[in-house]
């Protein structure tokens, strides 16, 4: 069986969950079945792999604009392929058409959803409305779609009902448990100006509104003075977004101690030893359909809060690998907002400061977290059960 596997990140260009996942699945559906992967960019170097540019004709057109062409390109491309599986709705028009002209089978994960996205409007102007109109026609037409946990799929069938339910599978993200493990050494902190004598409270995500960042920042004021707050941010959505969080940033490094700001992209090495020394990982998401970035904080025996949307509640086991907090949405905002973002940010730091304070509970939850990764989310498991949907729709 061959699978073209069609994607916007692939390494060396990964810059959020969706690219994780595309990497580690294909490694790992690779023992299982020949796997092409076509993906935007100039992906690393490896066999089966092509990457994709922007048409020349295309480089000055909306950024959704851009993502068509490439589609277009990687469809044709995909001729003698047995199935086709897409990530993202930047890739499923690739999918989508490669379905339609060479009659194949086309398998969609859904990392999110545009519908619940509106603020990308901000990054991508009139290309939102292209994007919600190319995952709409991609999810409707597909022989299949994977979605990254139940809320996910509850989501898909809400926001999408033409889509038959049967079609709808729930297969959560996997972890590399060999990759991220508890790392004690401190070659990282030390580079990055971290104290290892001093609680850490730490965040990992892009600068968007969907990570929530800004509401961390805001909880930041209420934390134990001697936390360290380490912010590693991926790059910002839009300047809008830029310049809030740094505005916010200044403020909080005004009013205390130890906030740390790293704007690069970490190497496995230096994130595995600041999630080993974090004392508290932070997931502070508005907006969350699987969350891998929390897995990797368990991976490395960290203990976790997060917010308690999409998800997050079927990795965080409340009260046993982490602390979930709720959220209650204002009916009137559309970016899924708080209604109360005051009190939600009062919430983050009360859970925060909860587990700063006892060591043992923070211990014992970074136990579970491991075990939890170790015998749940694995890459294999999720390979295999991608591979069966593959087989039910090419039989």
């Not at 590399?176 to 580079?191: I, M, S, W």
């Not at 923070?362 to 491991?370: F, K, N, P, V």
Request: aromatic share 6%.
């Amino acid at each position: 069986m061959r699978i073209d596997l069609m994607t916007r990140e692939y390494p060396p260009e990964v810059y959020g969950g969706a690219g994780v996942h595309a990497a580690e699945l294909t490694r790992a559906l690779r023992r299982f079945a020949e796997v092409r992967v076509r993906a935007f960019g100039n992906p690393v170097a490896e066999p089966h792999t092509t990457g994709y540019g922007v048409p020349d004709s295309l480089r000055d057109a909306n950024p959704a604009l851009r993502s068509l062409g490439i589609d277009v390109r990687i469809a044709a491309d995909a001729r003698g392929a047995d199935l086709v599986h897409s990530h993202t709705w930047y890739a499923n028009a690739a999918g989508h058409l490669a379905a339609l002209v060479h009659g194949i089978p086309h398998v969609m994960t859904m990392h999110s959803l545009e519908p619940l996205r509106p603020w990308k409007a901000e990054q991508l102007g009139g290309g939102y409305a292209l994007s919600a109109w190319l995952e709409r026609s991609a999810v409707e037409a597909a022989a299949g779609v994977i979605a990254v946990s139940s809320a996910m799929r509850d989501d898909i069938c809400e926001v999408y009902p033409q889509v038959d339910p049967g079609r709808v599978h729930v297969i959560h993200n996997g972890i590399d448990v060999e990759n991220y493990r508890p790392d004690h050494g401190t070659a990282a902190l030390d580079r990055l100006g971290i104290d290892p004598g001093r609680p850490i409270v730490l965040f990992v995500g892009r600068v968007t509104r969907q990570k929530g960042l800004h509401h961390l920042l805001r909880a930041g004021f209420e934390l134990h003075p001697e936390a360290q707050l380490v912010l590693c941010c991926g790059q910002p959505d839009t300047p809008e977004i830029a310049a809030e969080v740094d505005a916010l940033t200044e403020e909080l490094g005004r009013a205390r101690t130890g906030v740390v700001r790293v704007d690069e992209m970490l190497d496995p090495r230096s994130l595995r030893q600041l999630l080993t020394h974090a004392s508290v990982f932070v997931c502070p998401s508005v907006y969350e359909p699987m969350g891998i970035v929390n897995l990797e904080a368990m991976a490395c025996g960290t203990a976790v809060v997060a917010s308690a949307v999409g998800g997050i509640p079927e990795v965080v086991e409340h009260g046993r690998t982490g602390l979930l907090v709720p959220l209650e949405r204002d009916p009137r905002s559309e970016s899924g907002e708080p209604a109360d973002p005051a009190r939600f940010a009062g919430a983050l730091a009360e859970a925060v400061n909860t587990l700063l304070e006892d060591r043992d509970l923070r211990a014992r939850m970074g136990r579970e977290g491991r075990r939890r990764v170790e015998t749940e989310f694995t890459w294999d498991h999720a390979a295999l059960k991608t591979i069966e949907v593959y087989k039910s729709l090419t039989r």
